[in-house]
């Protein structure tokens, strides 16, 4: 099993920032952030392996960056330029040899 503790999560005025934290309780390959809203299904934001390959969902290119800290089997999203549409519950993500495994989930609001 993968326990996954989320934080940074909050309220932010439209075109600040938030930095989410993902700390894995053993090394992945890859971890990534999907979100969701009420009504919707979960969609990934971003995800990165090991090596540091990324993938980036449209809506967030140029604006979100993910990054891992190996050592600390950790990974991060830091979200700048928000925009409402970005309001959502963050979920983080690991798939590796023990399957999909997710985090709890930390709200992020944006305000108008």
């Known amino acids: 099993q993968v326990q996954l503790v989320e934080s940074g999560g909050g309220l932010v005025q439209a075109g600040g920032s938030l930095r989410l934290s993902c700390a894995a309780s053993?090394?992945?390959?890859?971890m990534g952030w999907y979100r969701q809203v009420p009504g919707k299904q979960r969609e990934l934001v971003a995800d990165i392996t090991s090596g540091g390959s990324t993938n980036y969902a449209d809506s967030v290119k140029g604006r979100f960056t993910i990054s891992r800290d190996n050592a600390k089997n950790t990974v991060y999203l830091q979200m700048n330029s928000l925009k409402p549409e970005d309001t959502a519950v963050y979920y983080c993500?690991?798939?590796?040899?023990?399957?999909?495994?997710w985090g709890q989930g930390t709200q992020v609001t944006v305000s108008s």
């Open positions: 053993r090394s992945i390959f890859r």
């Open positions: 993500n690991s798939r590796g040899v023990l399957g999909d495994h």
